[in-house]
């Protein structure tokens, strides 16, 4: 799975709520090679300030027309700069990146839970779950406002669930609950989750409980997005010694870090 | 037109090479370009036994560079001898290895790596006096003169059959005391400058960034400080410089070169741009052909101060 | 909510000053803004005979900052008395008197000047002892324990009527060495940082920009080392400090004084924005107010290590 | 005369040749106590690179329509930032600056002499000046393809010269030599000048052969641009000490000052 530097075509772009914008990209080479839950490093002008690259993950692959698509929301100057890009403009792309991918195995009924912009990674996971897998999803948002994804979301799951922490839309309460109570009567077999820290402490806590496997997509600030720079380092409490977000990650399986 | 050169006896196709701890040991940017490009890779700060690191959050971004508190994490000299250097050894560049005293940090510690490095099929061996990321070693030497010769003194006696290069630390008064104090005690080059000691707080939740709360500031932002530094060091010591501190391009290491370095390394540029290093080498070919320079050794030190 | 702070006795308005050279004696910038909204005036570096500064180019543009050699050009505390004391006297601000020894740069020359500030309607008197661009003085005392000693004491024994605060530089191994120094010879306070000694090379005319070849960097670029001087000094003396170094808005202020310092200082943050200070005394208000801040001296060393 | 700080208007961009732009800008303020021979500090964005305000000389005043001008070439990024600018755009600038100006004060026979693109700040002066004022102008270019203002300066002139170094168009030369021989016969009162240093020299040269007066316009790296970072100094040599670019000049008298 080598990584490659690109620039590429910007084809469509949509604001999706306030400040959160999808972006549609058009390569081949991206396309052909890139897993769901891996990310893109990407270079939002050629000026010194923003300095580094932003780490953002995919969203979905379209490898019939060779659209690899990502969603972010605009925290600063770099996320600002990005949205202002045009149509017809090329985005300077490090990726895909990551070996921790969200992967299915052969598992047949598995739980997908996101929280907030951390739904925005899950959504290839369950698009590309074959037919005969079970994909039970639970969104968390905090409220109405920052619904994402509803309607996508809701097409590829077999189950889904949508939870609002003030109850303003969907289900009232945090998606992590609804998860629980379905748990053992659905017949998880694996759980994938990309959300705030608290959900994913909570996440980790029920596979510890229910000894259930659940892969995280964790999140860090990160140097190089390609493991040379050891910046985005977590515990292995298996191994004993650091592994890399960028690298070893994103995703990892919840027994094995410490978050 | 040549840009091959030879840094205390490490022959380099051309003066670029890729900063340690910015390049791992080789193996991720390799997937991106071919390192035989380049004059030498610099490996990850490699100690004699493994070394665990600092907490996360080790890297933040700051205006025009970032900070880092990686804390020399490194898997040891016996893993980088059966993994990383067979790969390194792929490639037709030259291969130094950046070396430090590991946890403990004396001086027994530096010396035992060394003893090790100095039978390997590398190039040369970069001391790291100065990363400021680290409880022991490192800076408890390299901002003294009797620190830097005391212990360049006794790596020089087990490094026999490798040119030795001591990297500095820019946190000092007079950068020209450990560069004298290096070549007193018989290295063959220096390197400068490491990071600037620093720290950036977030005023929401009033902590520093960094777990290790400070780190070390690295990008363009101090690149003036680094072209000053390369010049003091230069013009106080016989034996040839490598400069680096936030080289962006070409130009800038054409600044670092007329200040006197011999050759450059590429830092936290390689983050921004992996191809950063090979531009480099593109830019400097650039300038060597818009001013009719025959031979990259014309320019080394040639600044003309006003 | 209240914003006035008591710096070593100097009382001001607001936590908010403009820093030393970067805002000459005030006239410019009154036909921008009215100075009485200034927590205090922070004159150019006066000597007691007038000086005639560095030749010209003085200053150039760096990434995210800037480089100067202005060598201290000043009308001598004569003029200053009788041309700009007058005039900034018109404003509800503390006028804090930047001093130095002048071309001779002597002991007794700094004691001469601090003898006629003493004597004189002003808040404060800031004691240079960390320019990068003069021959004499400054820097020959700013960088020992022994140099800032001896000149704090000579000083203080003529300036016995006004608060003295020490202008440190960051060309130091130990920033802690010169604040306990200043505070152990009798300083009221420290202010830091100064600029960085830093170049610049012209690779076309392979000459530096400035005339005096180095110059001292300043600007965004180098905060966050700025930061951690200030949080270091702060922990290692109980006078109060003055923090300065690229500081841009509010958010910047708030980390000043979340590491340590009690007031802070607009610098070359003036050039790029003549309103610079006045925006950063509303960003202090509004950081104030969304975290229910009553008294902005709650939040000075506020920082938690982690 | 205040120096302001405004945010005002670009009503009209024109580009004259490659990398050349001529702004419009609509502002009360900067044209009600504008001279020529000032300039105008300009931070081309709220970036902080690059970091400090751009001088640029006014080019025109037009008290009825309130509009000034400005024309700039682009050299590094900072100008070519500024040459992005859209019609619509507020410009921060920070002027009129400088108390050296291009003053006819009572002279009615005077030469204006410009090298390529100092040619643009002596054109207020021109323009600007009484009916019963000679006003003899010599512009001097490298070649063809830098030519600019040709007509607007020919229209305003009383007598007009245009050179090329190379010969391609106008007079084949130096300006500065034909100054020189016009000098005596057309009983020059004063010289104004702006350009390249090599010229700069020879009309300070000219000027104390000849004793007729001459005011150079001077440009140097810049801090703050208002007189209060010391940055921009010249030596003054009547005075025996430094004078201030931005706030002394930028217009000087020759012979006052060491070029």
Same mark, same amino acid.
């Given at each position: ?19 959160? =914008?999808? =972006? ?45 698509? =990502? ?30 991918? =969200? ?57 889904? #669930? ?20 379905? #748990? ?5 077999e694996a759980i994938y989750a990309c959300g705030p820290m608290p959900m994913l402490k909570a996440v980790k806590k029920l596979s510890e409980e229910t000894k259930i496997p659940a892969y995280l997509s964790l999140e860090k600030l990160m140097g190089c997005g390609v493991g040379a720079c050891l910046g985005c380092n977590v515990m292995n409490v298996k191994k004993g010694s650091y ?17 | ?14 003066? $670029?090479?890729? +900063?340690?701890? !910015? ?21 990850? @700060? ?29 898997? @040891? ?19 130094? $290895? ?5 946890? &403990?940090? !004396? ?16 190039? @040369? ?47 000092? !008064?007079?950068?020209?005391?450990? +560069? ?24 929401? !939740? ?61 830092? +936290? ?31 080394? &030190? ?5």
């Amino acid at each position: 799975m080598p990584t490659k530097l690109v620039q590429a075509e910007l084809v469509k772009k949509q604001k999706l709520i306030t400040n959160i =914008f999808k =972006f549609s990209i058009f390569s081949k080479e991206l396309v052909s090679c890139a897993k769901p839950g891996q990310f893109l490093e990407i270079r939002v002008s050629n000026d010194l300030v923003p300095f580094l690259r932003r780490p953002i993950s995919i969203h979905s692959i379209d490898k019939e027309n060779n659209i690899i698509e =990502f969603i972010f929301q605009v925290k600063g100057k770099g996320t600002e700069i990005l949205s202002s890009k045009q149509i017809g403009d090329n985005i300077d792309i490090l990726g895909p990146l990551g070996n921790g991918t =969200f992967d299915l195995k052969d598992y047949k009924n598995v739980a997908v839970i996101g929280g907030g912009i951390g739904v925005f990674p899950l959504y290839e996971l369950v698009k590309s779950s074959p037919k005969d897998v079970e994909t039970n999803t639970y969104l968390g948002f905090r409220n109405k406002e920052l619904v994402t994804l509803e309607n996508e979301f809701k097409e590829a799951s077999s189950y889904f #669930i949508l939870t609002t922490d003030d109850g303003s839309y969907g289900e009232n309460g945090f998606a992590i609950d609804y998860l629980k109570k379905d #748990i053992e009567k659905k017949n998880i077999e694996a759980i994938y989750a990309c959300g705030p820290m608290p959900m994913l402490k909570a996440v980790k806590k029920l596979s510890e409980e229910t000894k259930i496997p659940a892969y995280l997509s964790l999140e860090k600030l990160m140097g190089c997005g390609v493991g040379a720079c050891l910046g985005c380092n977590v515990m292995n409490v298996k191994k004993g010694s650091y592994d890399k977000v960028c690298k070893d990650g994103p995703v990892f399986l919840a027994e094995d870090v410490e978050i | 037109m040549n840009t091959q050169i030879n840094f205390a006896g490490i022959k380099m196709k051309n003066p $670029v090479t890729v +900063a340690s701890g !910015t390049f791992g040991y080789g193996r991720e940017y390799s997937e991106i370009f071919d390192l035989s490009k380049l004059g030498a890779v610099i490996t990850k @700060g490699t100690s004699y036994k493994p070394k665990m690191g600092n907490k996360n959050p080790r890297v933040c971004e700051t205006t025009a560079g970032m900070l880092n508190a990686i804390g020399l994490e490194n898997p @040891g000299v016996d893993y980088f001898i059966e993994n990383d250097l067979p790969f390194l050894k792929k490639f037709d560049t030259a291969i130094i $290895v950046n070396a430090f005293g590991g946890t &403990g940090g !004396t001086i027994q510690d530096y010396v035992n790596v060394c003893e090790v490095l100095n039978k390997l099929d590398i190039d @040369g061996v970069e001391l790291n006096l100065s990363c400021p990321n680290v409880k022991a070693g490192c800076l408890a030497y390299g901002t003294t003169y009797e620190g830097v010769k005391e212990i360049t003194t006794a790596v020089r006696k087990v490094l026999t059959s490798k040119p030795l290069i001591i990297k500095l630390t820019p946190n000092i !008064t007079d950068i020209t005391i450990p +560069a004298k104090a290096a070549e007193d005690a018989g290295a063959d080059a220096i390197s400068l400058i490491n990071t600037l000691t620093a720290m950036k707080i977030d005023i929401n !939740t009033r902590k520093p960034i960094l777990a290790n709360n400070t780190g070390g500031l690295s990008g363009p932002a101090i690149k003036p400080v680094a072209v000053r530094m390369v010049y003091q060091a230069s013009k106080a010591v016989k034996i040839p410089v490598m400069g680096l501190g936030g080289i962006m391009n070409g130009d800038d290491a054409i600044e670092f070169m007329l200040a006197g370095a011999s050759c450059i390394s590429i830092g +936290a540029g390689n983050f921004v741009d992996p191809l950063c290093s090979i531009k480099t080498i593109e830019g400097i070919e650039n300038y060597m052909k818009k001013y009719n320079i025959e031979d990259i050794n014309e320019i080394i &030190g040639g600044v003309q101060m006003n």
